[in-house]
Every structure is written in C-alpha cells, then in structure tokens.
C-alpha cells in the first residue's frame, strides 16, 4: 500500500517573533532593571535550595515523561516558534494523527519534533496521547510487510510503503501491533491490522514497550 498521506504539513517562512528594543529599555529607565536584578538575587539567596526541584517542575508540568511520542488530535493545526499564540506560526498539520515527538513543556503548551526532525510548539489539548507511527520514513521506496504474527516468517497481510501512517494498539517483544488503513480514490475504505518490526516505525523508541 501505497503512502496515505502526500502532504502533511505546509511550511511557513519563519519571521522573527520579537525584537528586543535597546533604545525602549533605556527610555523606561534603569531604575526598574537595577530593581528586577535585587529580586533576582533576593530569590536566589533566600530560595537557593528549592531551584532545581522548582526549574524541573516549571519544565514539565504534566508530570510525564520526557521524551514521549504523542499524536496530532486534529487538523488543522499550527505548529508555533514558541509556546503562545503571539509567537509566528512554523508550519501547519493538514492531517490528523501525525506522530510527534514531546521534547519540553511550558505550562500548556507542548514542544515537539516532528519525523523530519524540526521542532515547534503546540497547545497540549491539540495533542493526543494515542500511538500512531510512520513506516520506514528514513526510506524512499521498498516495502514493510505487515505480518499476520509476530515473526519473520507469519504471513503477509499487506506491503507497506515509506511514510505510510499506521495507529499503534502495543508493542513488545520488538514487534507492534498496528492498524493500516486505505482510502482509495474508488471504492470503499478497508483496514488491515498485523504486526510490524519495532526497528521499521518512526513513532515509538527502541525497545519501548506499552499496551
């Protein structure tokens, strides 16, 4: 089968967000920078101990992992140069179900990588914790056999091509148990479900295993 999505996402050219303005700091005074650098070290001195504990905190404040692969909830959606809505727009998921790799956290906002390796920010209710994959994305052609067991020698259900988005139900033993579905331009849709090599997707991490 062939690859379900052409195009995924649409790139943006990256403007800068902000410009910091050294004439406008100097016009509001040094007054209030000399005061901000006090507090600064005021906190540092008073509350030294609880910095690390705290910076971890600040840094991933789901509580989960990092890193972890999640999956795009919908479409369409705008993958940004940082975690707001003020910040320029990087580039667009046209498709849902994109896997994503979860790199930071900043309060709600989630940095991620995508498969091309390019990293964003995206808002944390866009995001799904539902596993999805991509076959062999680091290949230009040849197939992935989706096996109707996990082995080697299990019969071929379907051949999947490079870039070919599976959901992903588990994984263990270093296989996955995926689902595959097409969307021909005539007929009707069908769904093939089977295992693919752990070694094959882009999507989960080596040796990773979940249910």
Same mark, same amino acid.
């Given at each position: 089968?062939?690859?379900?999505?052409?195009?995924?996402? #649409?790139?943006? =050219?990256? &403007?800068? %967000?902000?410009?910091? $303005?050294?004439?406008? /700091?100097? !016009?509001?005074?040094? @007054? *209030?920078?000399?005061?901000?650098?006090?507090?600064?070290?005021?906190?540092?001195?008073?509350?030294?101990?609880? #910095?690390?504990? =705290?910076? &971890?905190? %600040?840094?991933?404040? $789901?509580?989960?992992? /990092?890193? !972890?692969?999640?999956? @795009? *909830?919908?479409?369409?959606?705008?993958?940004?140069?940082?975690?707001?809505?003020?910040?320029?727009?990087?580039?667009?998921?046209?498709?849902?179900?994109?896997?994503?790799?979860?790199?930071?956290?900043?309060?709600?906002?989630?940095?991620?990588?995508?498969?091309?390796?390019?990293?964003?920010?995206?808002?944390?209710?866009?995001?799904?914790?539902?596993?999805?994959?991509?076959?062999?994305?680091?290949?230009?052609?040849?197939?992935?056999?989706?096996?109707?067991?996990?082995?080697?020698?299990?019969?071929?259900?379907?051949?999947?091509?490079?870039?070919?988005?599976?959901?992903?139900?588990?994984?263990?033993?270093?296989?996955?148990?995926?689902?595959?579905?097409?969307?021909?331009?005539?007929?009707?849709?069908?769904?093939?479900?089977?295992?693919?090599?752990?070694?094959?997707?882009?999507?989960?991490?080596?040796?990773?295993?979940?249910?």
């Amino acid at each position: 089968m062939k690859k379900n999505c052409t195009s995924c996402k #649409a790139m943006f =050219a990256i &403007q800068p %967000a902000f410009r910091l $303005s050294f004439s406008a /700091l100097f !016009r509001n005074g040094l @007054t *209030r920078l000399g005061q901000a650098l006090r507090l600064v070290v005021f906190v540092t001195l008073v509350f030294g101990f609880a #910095a690390p504990v =705290a910076a &971890q905190s %600040a840094s991933n404040p $789901s509580g989960l992992p /990092l890193p !972890r692969f999640a999956s @795009t *909830r919908s479409e369409p959606i705008n993958v940004r140069v940082g975690p707001g809505t003020r910040y320029d727009i990087s580039w667009v998921y046209v498709k849902s179900g994109q896997p994503v790799e979860i790199i930071n956290e900043f309060d709600t906002w989630r940095k991620i990588r995508d498969v091309d390796g390019e990293e964003g920010w995206i808002h944390q209710n866009l995001l799904s914790g539902r596993r999805t994959g991509l076959i062999t994305p680091w290949r230009e052609s040849g197939q992935v056999a989706l096996r109707a067991q996990q082995s080697e020698n299990a019969g071929v259900r379907a051949w999947l091509t490079p870039h070919y988005l599976v959901e992903i139900d588990n994984c263990r033993d270093l296989w996955c148990a995926v689902k595959a579905e097409t969307n021909p331009a005539e007929g009707r849709p069908r769904s093939y479900t089977g295992y693919v090599a752990q070694t094959d997707l882009w999507g989960v991490y080596p040796g990773e295993e979940f249910n």
